[in-house]
């Protein structure tokens, strides 16, 4: 890999990386008490409140940001909106039961709706999202990073719009997430304090291959995150190669993978990530994480053991999910300064 250079961290779960992983973040919080949600899996308030809004650009973009003023919290239905009914219906159909979806629902959250921004020039990172999801499948990591002084925004997935229904349809999809997000950037500057000459990325499946398009041609860009990423797979990189945007010799910022092994639809290999020509390339493996625990799912397992059952969850799979956030935010800190 031309000019980067390639750092292995083979596990995340070690106790003394736990311990100073939690420590940092504690250090930035304030002396105020704030009953942390039960869904934040024991993740720690940065110094500010959040709030949330729905914009609409291009597509709708939802953004967390520092929040100025105090409010009435969200709770999980919030983010879910119209799609609870439907939601709820896969969820029992899986074995969880009603009253453990009610549950998951009316679980407070952190966030207040339509809270009056901070005043500032905080970072702006860039949510892109797995396949057919939303904001409501990264609630918890959003409101974290924002209380620790980003604003974050995202976009639905395309594929909420038009489903995929072809692998050689890769390409097209990627480029239009990343598009959304590109205008994402535009609309929140209009309507909230941010700072996009700073812009992170952090991604989750699907979306890792629209945050590495729109890397390659926006300079912008310092940090790439990509949670258990396409990137990091063999499946569609052909496709992804032959996509307008792709450009094999950009330049491109940091990149952090966090990969799992347990799923064979996402059976790691990492060529093609260490082809890109990438400042650094940070390859992290987690031990007791599925797919669907990167997402609000993850923490949501640590908090009812039905969730934690039907998802292949274990005590284990708790602290990683935790610690993944933590490592997010510390990835994203140290390339954010201006």
Known sequence: MAGANTIYFNEMRTPLLALLALLSVAADRTERQTSVPRLWNGLVQGRSDVGFR????????DVWYPAADIGTRMVYRDYVGDAATGLESFLTGTGISKATVDSLLNSPLMAMAGGRPRTGSF????LSHGNRQ?????????EFLASHGFVVASTPSPMLRTPMERQNQIAQFAEEQAEDLVTAVSVVANAIPVDTSRLLLVSHSF???SALLMAMRDPRVRAIVSLDGGIGTATGI????????FRADARLPAILHVYEELDEFMKPDLAFLRSLRADTLVLERVQAMHHVH?????????????IARVTGATPETSLEVRNTAVRVLDF???RSKP
């Open 54 to 61: 729905h914009l609409e650009g291009r597509t709708q973009v």
């Open 123 to 126: 970072p702006l990172v860039l």
């Open 134 to 142: 939303s904001a409501a499948d990264q609630a918890v990591l959003g």
């Open 207 to 209: 979306g890792a291959r």
């Open 238 to 245: 052909d496709e992804l190669r032959a996509a307008p945007s």
């Open 294 to 306: 990167f997402t609000t799912y993850g923490f949501a397992a640590a908090a009812f053991p039905e």
């Open 332 to 334: 994203i800190q140290s």
